[in-house]
């Protein structure tokens, strides 16, 4: 298959490790080994200590998928697979469509979100978030308008990821019916669920209400673990995790041995690690509108509701990806044109979950203030 550069990911290539301080990073101050170590249950640790360096089981660790069922309301877990998330994204799609199959993806988005799907040779239609002075907003009209029986699979990102947008429950319910009138299998990345800026504004995982719902998670977001490099995929429908184990024989095989004690570790402490990250991300997006409204005539702070970025809107008279390059070459600190996920009208992405951002943020305002009147 022909698939064209991702743009976002060879972005990242160029400068993440070269760079000072990333702005716009998407993950959660990553986790050190040993503060996971050390929240390891007896049992846990003894599993790390006496741990052989052999293949591990394909579809994971039993101990592993038991965690990641408990996260779930019905779904056992002989319905999970467990596999890095952009793995996930890939055997997904080569899984879930046919060649021709008509899709609808939320945009703007990961870009293996929506380009696998073409790469497949499925036609595939773009739903727009729409930016508000409240937050950003779907158009169900839209949706409904773009659905038809020739429809196969409808692509969801909630909480969303450049936005951190969050649909309300009524949203979310009324966006399952209009895929359920015609039958469409549902794939919804999950990556930032459990980043709630709310905890009570939590939505349910699309594999949990919906029969036809495909949830992607992992421990990259959220739990602040991107190193590990595991996710899942998690369906009702037993068939389907047959599927992406037979697909799965072409890609990884199997997961790290290490990398899966450690997730087992992650998910039994989730609490207190989703707890810290929740308090980096509410702090930093506190920091991050008090700094856009300072300097009005140069940003648009358009509110996230959920994850650990945002998307807000650069208004200088330059285009957003000359200022980032400014701010790079001057600074040292990288920040994501909004380009790199195709979407017009100058926006940018801000990573919340770091626990530098307020250094970045210094460098950001020190870049303005000698900014040429």
Not at 309 to 322: H, L
């Amino acid at each position: 298959m022909r698939i064209p550069p991702f743009k976002l990911e060879r972005f990242f290539a160029l400068y993440e490790f070269k760079v000072e301080i990333l702005l716009s990073s998407s993950d959660c101050e990553s986790l050190s080994m040993s503060e996971l170590i050390g929240m390891a249950a007896p049992e846990t640790r003894q599993m790390w200590d006496t741990l052989r360096l052999g293949y591990t089981e394909s579809p994971g660790h039993p101990g592993l998928r038991a965690e990641i069922a408990r996260q779930y309301a019905g779904i056992p877990a002989d319905n999970l697979v467990v596999m890095a998330p952009e793995e996930a994204i890939f055997i997904a799609m080569h899984t879930l469509l046919e060649p021709g199959d008509a899709v609808v993806a939320v945009a703007p988005a990961y870009q293996s979100l929506q380009e696998v799907a073409r790469a497949l040779g499925c036609p595939v239609t773009l739903w727009p978030l729409t930016p508000t002075a409240s937050g950003w907003q779907l158009d169900l009209n839209a949706l409904e308008r773009s659905l038809s029986p020739r429809t196969r699979l409808l692509v969801l990102n909630f909480p969303h990821n450049p936005t951190g947008f969050l649909p309300t429950r009524a949203e979310f319910e009324a966006v399952l019916a209009l895929a359920g009138r015609y039958g469409i299998t549902v794939f919804c990345d999950e990556m930032y669920r459990l980043l709630e800026h709310d905890p009570a504004a939590r939505l349910p995982a699309v594999c949990e209400v919906y029969e036809k719902g495909v949830s992607l998670a992992g421990l990259s977001k959220s739990f602040a673990l991107p190193g590990l490099r595991i996710g899942w995929l998690a369906a009702q429908d037993p068939a389907l995790a047959q599927r992406w184990l037979a697909f799965k024989d072409y890609t990884t095989i199997c997961s790290s041995a290490p990398s899966e004690i450690l997730a087992i570790t992650a998910l039994q402490n989730s609490g207190p690690i989703l707890s810290r990250n929740r308090s980096i991300v509410l702090h930093n997006t506190a920091l991050a509108e008090e700094f856009c409204r300072a300097y009005p005539q140069l940003f648009e702070w358009i509110p996230p509701q959920a994850g650990s970025i945002a998307f807000p809107r650069w208004c200088g008279a330059e285009a957003v990806e000359d200022f980032c390059r400014t701010v790079l070459e001057d600074q040292g600190v990288m920040i994501v044109p909004g380009s790199l996920f195709d979407y017009p009208g100058n926006h940018f992405r801000v990573g919340l979950g770091r626990q530098n951002f307020a250094e970045g943020l210094a460098r950001l305002r020190q870049q303005l203030t000698t900014r040429p009147a």
